[in-house]
RNA sequence: GCGCCCGUGGUGAAACGGAUAUCACGACGGUCUUCGAAACCGUUAUUGGGGGUUCGAAUCCCUCCGGGCGCACCA
């Protein structure tokens, strides 16, 4: 990584608390990278940001990495790498093929992501699809650095939301049957439960037979399997599905109250058991664990939960939740002081719902009340790229609105096409050009235009961006750069030839279209997207 | 009422406190007798208002306005 032998560079010269970062310029005319450390430094040592500025390039001039180093707008500090060593990147991705953008850093170190943990009381919802790809993506970005990763599912089979579900179901049950029932209060609404039903029914042969308990235990499984196979579709598979009930029937939630009490972080009130740590977490916030009637809460399961999470010996713990869950995060925090993890570990990262339109009407995401558009149906209208790509393409904490209408007549356009089209054209060229030999010691000298030399800086960005996805979870920048690499390889597509140009510079540019190819198949994979071989 | 998040071209978004705010869609005007035109090249903004901190603010702080979401013996 080149920014990062850059940056290797600079510290060494740098005090240790100066902060600061190095840029890759998308406009060649500030360098290929840039770092504005100069003024930080400056202000500490109470000099001319130029001066210092000065001072650290003299040391680096020398240095066979760079062509070009210069100071520009009274400190800043661009720097123009050498061409024999962009070249020499571009080898390094034929080498490495499927494994360039992976880097070392997290090697032996085990990292657990929970994601999705959608209720099984109705399809998985637009609202909340958002955690899938996200958590789906950062979970392959840990692995491309190295990470062993466990991705976890929370299944709430339990609890008062799963009595409703039963009390839903039976109604459609007897009414099937032909008797007389009435819609339970707060029960979910919608279509979807009917169907249930109508599978279940299918399903048992003695029909007369079936209890609520049976019932309830069909749907469970129903729309967990349901949910499991949309979640598929968009490529994401879990490691561990943790059942909220084993937790309960193992003794494990139980045990996590009993610890809980012992450690002082809980208290009595009006016959039940309150969470009531006493630290920075919380002030005034507490939550029930254990309710009058006896019956745990889903929060004692999750205590029990995450003490397991903080105790199988990982590295780091990730949660991956809607927002509508944000009142709960102090709460979890709470328990890494009392599970005595380190709270610096345990991250709960937070998505925004994604807000569903139908022209100017906005339609509330409730399985309450069965106004919600499944993910499944998306998946059907505008295609799995399209939905992952989509998804992925703001930072979590941007508020989507998503037109429904508007998707599906946009969805040829979606800038997914406008990536892939890229890679199917890189494609088609290695298909036009026949059989030809790679060889690793030819003379790249050949790229040498701005097109050339723009895409191989593009390129060997790539591991770049992993890297910069692992310390701040913002994967959203993968789409971005697949858009920009696709950019440049348009760009290149337009102004340059490879079939067709003299023999050394035909070698040169099939070796820089190998490249591009093996770059975008990795990020797709890692964005979660199809390969296409053609379009 | 209290807390969390958001406000960027007509629309949807991007931007570790950095330089001339970046893309896509839409609109208008160009580019195919050579590797796929699902592409390329032009034109289209004083980042919701007002203060402050800083050499430098879309970004940090205060305040106002607008929107989303939480504040249960639900999960």
Not at 13 to 33: A, L, M, N, S
Not at 109 to 132: C, D, F, L
Not at 159 to 168: H, R, S, Y
């Amino acid at each position: 990584m080149i920014k990062e032998e850059i940056l290797k560079l600079v510290k060494n010269i740098v005090p240790e608390d100066i902060h600061f970062d190095i840029e890759f310029q998308e406009d060649g005319k500030f360098g290929h990278y840039s770092t504005s450390v100069a003024f930080a430094l400056a202000k500490k040592e109470k000099k001319l940001p130029s001066i210092v500025a000065k001072e650290i390039i003299e040391i680096l001039q020398k240095n066979t990495l760079f062509e070009k180093i210069e100071i520009a707008a009274g400190g800043f500090i661009n720097f123009w790498i050498s061409k024999d060593v962009l070249r020499g990147e571009l080898k390094n991705i034929l080498e490495k093929k499927g494994a360039y953008g992976q880097n070392k850093k997290g090697s032996g170190k085990k990292i657990r992501i929970e994601y999705v943990s959608a209720n099984p009381t109705g399809p998985i919802h637009i609202g909340n699809a958002r955690g899938g790809p996200y958590g789906e993506s950062l979970a392959r970005v840990y692995e491309e650095s190295g990470y062993e990763v466990l991705r976890e599912y929370l299944h709430n089979d339990v609890g008062g939301q799963i009595d409703k579900l039963g009390e839903t179901l039976w109604y459609w049950y007897e009414k099937k049957l032909g008797k007389d029932a009435t819609f339970p209060e707060g029960g979910y609404q919608g279509e979807y439960l009917e169907e249930v039903v109508t599978a279940a029914l299918k399903k048992f042969e003695n029909k007369e037979n079936i209890t609520v308990a049976r019932l309830t235990e069909f749907g469970l499984d129903y729309i967990f399997e349901n949910n499991m196979g949309v979640l598929k579709r968009m490529g994401i598979l879990f490691d561990l599905i943790r059942k909220e009930s084993e937790l309960i029937s193992s003794g494990k939630t139980q045990e996590a109250i009993d610890i809980t009490k012992k450690k002082g972080a809980t208290k009595e009130n009006e016959g039940a058991l309150w969470f009531s740590p006493k630290d920075e977490f919380l002030e005034d916030r507490e939550a029930v664990i254990v309710k009058s009637n006896g019956r745990p809460t889903y929060f004692a399961s999750d205590i029990a939960y995450h003490k397991e999470k903080f105790e199988s010996g990982y590295d780091f713990v990730i949660d991956v939740f809607g927002s509508n869950h944000h009142g709960h995060v102090p709460k979890l925090q709470a328990l890494t002081k009392l599970f005595g993890y380190d709270s610096e570990k345990f991250k709960v990262l937070l998505y925004q719902f994604v807000r569903v339109k139908r022209g100017n009407e906005v339609i509330k995401m409730s399985k309450r009340a069965g106004t919600y558009v499944t993910t499944e149906e998306l998946l059907d209208e505008v295609g799995r790229d399209n939905v992952v790509f989509s998804l992925l393409s703001s930072a979590p904490t941007t508020h989507i609105d998503f037109d429904l209408e508007a998707v599906k007549q946009k969805s040829m356009q979606n800038p997914v096409y406008y990536v892939q089209y890229a890679y199917v054209r890189a494609r088609s060229i290695g298909e036009k050009a026949g059989t030809f030999v790679l060889d690793p010691t030819i003379d790249l000298s050949y790229l040498h235009t701005n097109e050339d030399l723009f895409l191989i800086r593009k390129l060997i960005q790539f591991p770049e961006i992993i890297d910069m996805c692992v310390s701040d979870f913002e994967v959203h920048r993968l789409t971005r750069y697949a858009t920009e690499l696709a950019r440049a390889f348009h760009n290149f597509y337009e102004k340059e030839h490879v079939i067709g140009e003299k023999e050394e510079i035909f070698q040169a540019r099939i070796f820089l279209i190998e490249a591009t190819k093996i770059v975008f198949e990795n990020l797709f994979r890692v964005i979660g997207i199809n390969i296409p071989e053609s379009m």
